[in-house]
T-cell receptor, first 114, second 108 residues
Framework: SAVISQKPSRDICQRGTSLTIQCQVDSQVTMMFWYRQQPGQSLTLIATANQGSEATYESGFVIDKFPISRPNLTFSTLTVSNMSPEDSSIYLCSVRTGGNQPQHFGDGTRLSIL | AQRVTQPEKLLSVFKGAPVELKCNYSYSGSPELFWYVQYSRQRLQLLLR??SRESIKGFTADLNKGETSFHLKKPFAQEEDSAMYYC??????????FGTGTRLQVFP
């Protein structure tokens, strides 16, 4: 399966600031996704990162809060904007290499907001 | 609505005992079901998917459409099976719906 590198692995941020998380894949993939895992909870899809166009957001998530870029088939970024303590979560990138393949996940970014 | 239910937050067994982690789903069409596992300090990784019909690390899962279930089973648990297990569903889109997860503890 594809090797997924996610940076940073963790960060502690001040409220009101923004952080950009990067996801790099070692091969071209058709689909890239961003998930959030809040403390003690399951994974929730934030959005699907579309190459060359705007991301597709799930209900409850908006572009102004979670802008996403996907400039090519191997790279995507998620920005968490104007952070508050409620944004303290693990953010995960996942990819599908194509066809009927399953999703594979990065290591995640553990984000804490003070 | 699409939903995945894992009724047990924690399942504790002794080494060598059988294990069954329950997963029920709600979906009107023909879903694809997955089990993902997260060992301590490791990334979430795919354990198995129903269309593969294979056994991974001794685990199996059969999709029961009548009961809308996809329970994960292993006849003899090992200590190294201790981890967090997530059941997930993919419907007619690429979106994965996850259950809340079950933590399996296998005692020596």
């Amino acid at each position: 399966s594809a090797v997924i590198s996610q940076k940073p692995s963790r960060d502690i941020c001040q409220r009101g600031t923004s952080l950009t998380i990067q996801c790099q894949v070692d091969s071209q993939v058709t689909m890239m996704f961003w998930y959030r895992q809040q403390p003690g909870q399951s994974l929730t899809l934030i959005a699907t990162a579309n190459q060359g166009s705007e991301a597709t957001y799930e209900s409850g998530f908006v572009i102004d809060k979670f802008p996403i870029s996907r400039p090519n088939l191997t790279f995507s970024t998620l920005t968490v904007s104007n952070m508050s303590p409620e944004d303290s979560s693990i953010y995960l990138c996942s990819v599908r290499t194509g066809g009927n393949q399953p999703q594979h996940f990065g290591d995640g970014t553990r984000l804490s907001i003070l | 609505a699409q939903r995945v239910t894992q009724p047990e937050k924690l399942l504790s067994v002794f080494k060598g005992a059988p294990v069954e982690l329950k997963c029920n789903y709600s979906y009107s069409g023909s879903p694809e079901l997955f089990w993902y596992v997260q060992y301590s300090r490791q990334r979430l990784q795919l354990l198995l998917r129903h269309i593969s019909r294979e056994s991974i690390k001794g685990f199996t899962a059969d999709l029961n459409k009548g009961e809308t279930s996809f329970h994960l089973k292993k006849p003899f648990a090992q200590e190294e099976d201790s981890a967090m297990y997530y059941c997930a569903l993919r419907g007619n889109t690429d979106k994965l719906i996850f259950g809340t997860g079950t933590r399996l503890q296998v005692f020596p």
